[in-house]
């Protein structure tokens, strides 16, 4: 059983930065792909970021290419989102997702196992 526990949300102000983290366990990851997603409230689930664990291959949302970057540390099981120039929109709650797979993944519907979710708030 897979299980993404994410950390590093909290509070911040708008310009500043975030990095979050999404420690997995359960299972060896060399074949294994995961996302970012996050979810205001009243909106869907929104695709930000993905990354292949073995090649690290990386996708970004149109939204958040130049502001967020997607990172894995192989020896620790952990993929990161670091989060820059965070604007009071990108508050949300923020979820790892991840699924067997050599490639990259964009839809939630594509995504098996699924993190807590960590909240972000962005203060104007």
């Known amino acids: 059983q897979v299980q993404l526990v994410e950390s590093g949300g909290g509070l911040v102000q708008a310009g500043g930065s975030l990095r979050l983290s999404c420690a997995a366990s359960g299972r060896t990851f060399s074949n294994y792909a995961l996302g970012w997603f996050r979810q205001a409230p009243g909106k869907g689930r929104e695709f930000l970021a993905a990354i292949t664990w073995m090649n690290g291959n990386v996708r970004y949302e149109d939204s958040v290419k130049g502001r967020f970057t997607i990172s894995r540390d192989n020896a620790k099981n952990t993929v990161y989102l670091q989060m820059n120039n965070l604007k009071p929109e990108d508050t949300a709650v923020y979820y790892c997702?991840?699924?067997?797979?050599?490639?990259?993944?964009?839809?939630?519907?594509?995504?098996?196992?699924w993190g807590q979710g960590t909240q972000v708030t962005v203060s104007s």
């Open positions: 997702a991840g699924r067997t797979g050599g490639s990259y993944y964009i839809s939630r519907t594509d995504y098996k196992d």
